[in-house]
């Protein structure tokens, strides 16, 4: 509500007539809940204090509102209280021990910094010297895009996204990045830094495990396989010369799960395309990441439950690790609530908004509650109803997660019953 109040200030907004309510509420929630899905195009229609303010709530978003005051309050009395370390205990992830809180906060927020202003660096220096920007505006949109990549936000100060800059590796691989290390979760890179690579794989958690195998096998075979549904449209990838067409399908494929940048226009997807990128964006990132979606472990932690089924195993196991059954219940509870979430949007803007086809609402929809930004074009369109849903789906998508992991982790008293019915199979199947 902050965030919408300054929005709608007219030195945030280049046009006298003002902006409405529902635009600046949306654009609000959009950066506060890292998505970056928008009804006003962004570098038209706000000015430089608009910018910073979405630029503001992509790092708040992004980093976590009770990480970054925690933090802030670390800096002025230079110790945490208890309350302090069990939100941001909560918020950064629960399998952080109290005692960890303190230097994983500080290690979030420097690597946060090391990252955004490392990618900054290398997109103002490309804007400067290959685009002609000058040092002020080369310096401003590489910290913006560097903010929005690593926050898996969106948001672009081009109307086209990174369209412009789809063969470009100067300006798409560092957004790549960006987007896939702030979507690798800081339990992940905290127990990298402490565990170093040489010690190998062996002295990594299966948290860690899971995470990079997963994101591995995420980013590449998604790059494969939209490489080849889409090589030979003109719309997308068909357009540039064969040797041009690897980097924008790679680029595509990071941001799917991640940042929400584009370097094609997503509305020319053919529609098995748009299906494969419904289920990354479904995925999303590791777990306590900048990323949305369902998370990566609970995914793969799926995958494997299925596979010890097939083989008839009694244990689902993953890197010779037998999973318990309540993380499976809690992957299982995720996965579907994400899904219902899904549907029940699906269903409503389908009569919200009759003229608009099945697919580009589906996308829309996955996307806002993958908090991914990602669209096909319509949401420029959508009626005042859709813009209200939309919000709703964006804030659950980035809330939700956080409600379900903190209610998990701070709940103390689990209900037991003194007596367990009698065991009977349904069929299943």
Known sequence: MIAAGLLALPIAQT???????????????SAISVTGLITVDTPTHWTGFGE??????????GLGIMTTAAFLGLLVSRRLRLRSKLMTQAELHPSISLGDVKSVLRFAVLFTLIVEVATAAVLALRLHVAYGFGPGAATWHGAFHSVAAFNNAGFALYSDSAIGFATDPWISLPLALGGVLGGLGIPVVYELSRRSLRKGPRAWSLHTKMTLAGTAVLLFGGWLVLLVLEWGNPGTFGQYPWQDRFLPAFFQ???????GFNSIDVGQLNDDSLLVSMALMFIGGGSASTAGGIKVTTFFLLMMVIWAEIRGERDASAFRRRLP???????????????????????????????????????????????????????????????????VVMYGGRIGPVLFATSLAMSTRKRKRLFRYPETRPLVG
């Open 15 to 29: 046009e006298p007539g003002g902006t409405r309510f529902v635009d600046t509420l949306f654009t609000a929630a």
């Open 52 to 61: 910073a303010v979405i630029l503001g709530c992509m790092q708040l978003g």
């Open 253 to 259: 494929s990071a941001v799917l799960r991640t940042s």
């Open 325 to 391: 059954t309540p993380v499976v219940r809690e992957a299982l509870t995720v996965a579907l609530v994400y899904l219902a979430l899904i549907v029940a949007a699906v269903l409503l803007m389908q009569r919200f908004e009759p003229d608009i086809m099945l697919a580009p609402i589906m996308f829309e929809v996955v996307s806002a509650a993958a908090t991914v930004g990602q669209s096909t074009g319509i949401t420029y369109d959508l009626g005042d109803p859709s813009k209200w849903l939309i919000i």
